[in-house]
């Protein structure tokens, strides 16, 4: 048993969910290998594991249609992070699928979690924990074969717009055969509308009036709903020639990635959006003034000068209610986006045939642990929604476990027939797909640049920062995260155990890193190249 257990990318063989004993935990593996592994055989035998072989139930493999939304945190009805937060288009892709309510992202910034998901790979593996490089640039990442392409090269014609990749078309042409329109913000006010201390032009937010029709976000949706309608079309046509990779073809079913950049900043929105969220009425996320006071301060280092304001900032200038609704009110702008493009789904009658996957590349803070942004290795920071939807995933199921977007794509792959592709590392949720309460040995592990990560359990999440300081919070007593339980001896056991699961490999940043990179060598900080002294005061705004 030990031997196969340490077969399986050498992770550590100890979970600590329930705190079982070494036999709980054998036997755990072992039915995680009846349940989740092929046989020994076939595992180590490309060979025999023809693309078919793991098809969903109907023969016909099905489409994919991947929704990608940017700094969406687990305000949405379903994952209730904000009780008065209105998503009845994500909630409704979640009750005609199964809803991970704990899953997370590999990196808590743009560039790397997108970098993670769609090589398959950890930020800790590829070095890239920056804005900069983009992936193609990495030696090393220059062949490796992304989620897209992984699906064109096994027949898929592949599609994308909006913001899938961190990067641009200019950058991405090779990634999928046909592009849509890019991110673009088009509907701004000519001057900011709030004065914040970093004047990035970026971060501003509040009411504008402007017409829906002119965001970037409606025209990511209209360009996919055409796609769809061109799709369903060409399906209930046999002999239509095809067009712009358009074709009705079995054998050639469709990747479509459809990516919305709001609720990242700049968060404005209408009136319509607004007045979903009265000020009388609006609830603030929960915070304690202390909270900062049992984190070490090496947590400071992680976000140590963003664009982002502090919350002290939101306060003083009575900014607080307005930057909330502005998130709030472009969350549910974004849901109304994602509806258009689930209804073109539905009346294109490719529905049955298409399997749904919507993520969030990360979360974002509104003044908790007194920060907004994000670049934390806290829940705010890596929860995030994961919703699959369509053949073979169970419907109107929550799933607990915890989960990693570094396993949509062995995810992907195995629910579309494709065979296993070598070196992921993530590990596919079809178990749970089928079965939410299926057993899954795996935490989820988000990493915020060289050597601080965060471990998540069912029930804990574990922090060590590059300097060894760690935190620990037990999440059945405390959602919020506000008692460090690390240096309670107590928990002495749990933090042995959590600390197996710690990426063993722990690249250094990649040539060409920047944007909030942060390192730590021979006890120096150095943020975005500038070093931190030891006491140095903690940037208050
Ligand atoms: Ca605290």
Same mark, same amino acid.
């Given at each position: 048993?030990?031997?196969?257990?340490?077969?399986?990318?050498?992770?550590?063989?100890?979970?600590?969910?329930?705190?079982?004993?070494?036999?709980?935990?054998?036997?755990?593996?072992?039915?995680? *290998?009846?349940?989740?592994?092929?046989?020994?055989?076939?595992?180590?035998?490309?060979?025999?594991?023809?693309?078919?072989?793991?098809?969903?139930?109907?023969?016909?493999?099905?489409?994919?249609?991947?929704?990608?939304?940017?700094? =969406?945190n687990d305000w949405?009805?379903?994952?209730e992070g904000h009780s008065q937060v209105?998503?009845?288009?994500?909630?409704?892709?979640?009750?005609?699928?199964? =809803?991970?309510?704990?899953?997370?992202?590999?990196?808590?910034?743009?560039?790397?979690?997108?970098?993670? !998901?769609?090589?398959?790979? @950890?930020? #800790?593996?590829?070095?890239?924990?920056?804005?900069?490089?983009?992936?193609?640039?990495?030696?090393?990442?220059?062949?490796?074969?992304?989620?897209?392409?992984?699906?064109?090269?096994?027949?898929?014609?592949?599609?994308?717009?909006?913001?899938?990749?961190?990067?641009?078309?200019?950058?991405?042409?090779?990634?999928?055969?046909?592009?849509?329109?890019?991110?673009?913000?088009?509907?701004?006010?000519?001057?900011?509308?709030?004065?914040?201390?970093?004047?990035?032009?970026?971060?501003?937010?509040?009411?504008?009036?402007?017409?829906?029709?002119?965001?970037?976000?409606?025209?990511?949706? #209209?360009?996919?709903?055409?796609?769809?309608?061109?799709?369903?079309?060409?399906?209930?046509?046999?002999?239509?020639?095809?067009?712009?990779?358009?074709?009705?073809?079995?054998?050639?079913?469709?990747? !479509?990635?459809?990516?919305?950049?709001?609720?990242?900043?700049?968060?404005?929105?209408?009136?319509?959006?607004?007045?979903?969220y009265?000020?009388?009425?609006l609830k603030l996320p929960p915070i304690r003034?202390?909270d900062?006071?049992?984190?070490?301060?090496?947590? $400071?280092?992680?976000?140590?000068? *963003?664009?982002?304001?502090?919350l @002290?900032?939101l306060e003083?200038?009575?900014?607080w209610k307005?930057l909330t609704r502005?998130y709030l009110?472009?969350v549910?702008?974004?849901?109304?986006?994602?509806?258009?493009?689930?209804?073109?789904?539905?009346?294109?009658?490719?529905?049955?045939?298409? *399997?749904?996957?919507?993520?969030?590349?990360?979360g974002f803070h509104l003044g908790e642990k007194l920060i907004t942004?994000?670049?934390?290795?806290w829940e705010r920071s890596?929860r995030?929604? =994961?919703?699959?939807?369509?053949?073979?995933?169970?419907?109107?199921?929550?799933?607990?476990?915890?989960?990693?977007?570094?396993?949509?794509?062995?995810?992907?792959?195995?629910?579309?027939?494709?065979?296993?592709?070598?070196?992921?590392?993530?590990?596919?949720?079809?178990?749970? =797909?089928?079965?939410?309460?299926?057993? @899954?040995? $795996?935490?989820?592990?988000?990493?915020?640049?060289?050597?601080?990560?965060?471990?998540?359990?069912?029930? $804990?999440?574990?922090?060590?920062?590059?300097?060894?300081?760690?935190?620990?919070?037990?999440?059945?007593?405390?959602p919020q995260e506000w008692?460090?339980?690390?240096?309670?001896?107590?928990?002495?056991?749990? *933090? @042995?155990?959590?600390?197996?699961?710690?990426?063993?490999?722990?690249?250094?940043?990649?040539?060409?890193?920047?944007?909030?990179?942060?390192?730590?060598?021979?006890?120096?900080?150095?943020?975005?190249?500038?070093?931190?002294?030891?006491?140095?005061?903690?940037?208050?705004?």
């Amino acid at each position: 048993m030990r031997i196969r257990l340490t077969t399986m990318k050498a992770q550590p063989r100890r979970n600590e969910i329930d705190r079982p004993s070494i036999l709980g935990v054998t036997l755990m593996a072992f039915c995680l *290998l009846l349940v989740a592994r092929p046989a020994r055989g076939e595992e180590e035998n490309p060979e025999h594991q023809p693309a078919a072989a793991n098809a969903p139930e109907s023969t016909k493999r099905p489409n994919v249609l991947m929704i990608c939304i940017d700094d =969406l945190n687990d305000w949405v009805g379903c994952l209730e992070g904000h009780s008065q937060v209105q998503t009845p288009n994500i909630d409704r892709l979640a009750k005609r699928g199964t =809803l991970f309510t704990n899953a997370h992202c590999q990196a808590p910034l743009c560039n790397p979690s997108r970098t993670s !998901l769609l090589t398959g790979l @950890r930020p #800790s593996t590829t070095g890239v924990y920056g804005l900069a490089p983009w992936m193609r640039e990495v030696p090393e990442l220059q062949k490796t074969e992304s989620l897209p392409q992984y699906f064109a090269k096994h027949g898929y014609r592949t599609a994308m717009t909006g913001k899938v990749y961190h990067y641009p078309e200019s950058h991405t042409k090779h990634e999928v055969q046909v592009h849509g329109p890019g991110v673009n913000l088009l509907a701004r006010p000519k001057q900011p509308l709030v004065k914040t201390p970093s004047g990035h032009w970026l971060v501003d937010w509040g009411e504008f009036p402007h017409r829906d029709e002119d965001k970037g976000d409606w025209h990511v949706a #209209s360009w996919t709903v055409e796609r769809l309608q061109q799709e369903g079309a060409a399906a209930a046509e046999p002999q239509r020639p095809a067009t712009q990779g358009v074709k009705n073809d079995a054998e050639q079913p469709f990747f !479509l990635a459809t990516g919305f950049f709001l609720p990242h900043v700049p968060l404005y929105a209408t009136n319509r959006w607004f007045s979903l969220y009265p000020e009388s009425t609006l609830k603030l996320p929960p915070i304690r003034r202390d909270d900062r006071d049992d984190t070490p301060r090496f947590s $400071w280092y992680l976000h140590w000068k *963003l664009p982002e304001p502090r919350l @002290r900032f939101l306060e003083e200038k009575n900014q607080w209610k307005n930057l909330t609704r502005s998130y709030l009110a472009s969350v549910s702008f974004m849901d109304s986006q994602v509806g258009r493009v689930l209804d073109a789904l539905d009346e294109s009658g490719l529905r049955d045939n298409t *399997l749904v996957v919507l993520w969030s590349d990360h979360g974002f803070h509104l003044g908790e642990k007194l920060i907004t942004g994000k670049n934390t290795l806290w829940e705010r920071s890596t929860r995030v929604p =994961l919703i699959l939807a369509g053949p073979g995933v169970a419907a109107n199921a929550r799933c607990s476990r915890p989960a990693e977007l570094l396993d949509i794509y062995p995810t992907l792959a195995e629910m579309c027939g494709l065979p296993a592709r070598e070196g992921l590392e993530g590990h596919s949720l079809r178990a749970q =797909l089928k079965d939410a309460a299926a057993p @899954r040995l $795996w935490p989820a592990i988000t990493t915020h640049n060289h050597d601080n990560h965060a471990v998540r359990t069912e029930h $804990w999440r574990y922090i060590r920062y590059a300097d060894g300081s760690e935190e620990l919070y037990d999440h059945r007593k405390d959602p919020q995260e506000w008692s460090n339980l690390a240096t309670d001896a107590r928990h002495a056991e749990r *933090l @042995r155990d959590l600390r197996q699961w710690l990426p063993k490999v722990n690249a250094k940043p990649v040539a060409g890193s920047g944007g909030r990179v942060l390192t730590y060598d021979d006890g120096k900080v150095t943020w975005e190249g500038k070093a931190i002294g030891a006491n140095d005061s903690i940037p208050e705004l």
